[in-house]
């Protein structure tokens, strides 16, 4: 039964075909640092932000209040 096991196939097993061609995609946690480094909080812990609803809440309204840059209209129409 042990080798039959997800645990044990995923840490002894050999990952079969290629890996993708490029940079890695960007994952969402790392959108999040991206955001927060351009608020200038990069040093912030938003993970245990994340844990508290309100005080997560109210940084998400206080980031969405700030809005789209002026010049942002310019990178969508190219």
Request: proline share 5%.
């Amino acid at each position: 039964m042990g080798e039959r096991r997800g645990v044990y196939r995923v840490l002894v097993g050999k990952p079969e075909g290629r890996r993708p061609l490029g940079r890695p995609r960007r994952r969402w946690e790392d959108n999040i640092k991206m955001d927060l480094q351009e608020m200038g909080c990069g040093d912030m812990d938003w993970i245990d932000l994340a844990q508290d609803r309100d005080s997560w809440r109210a940084l998400v309204t206080a980031v969405m209040s700030l809005g789209v840059p002026q010049n942002a209209a310019n990178f969508l129409t190219s």
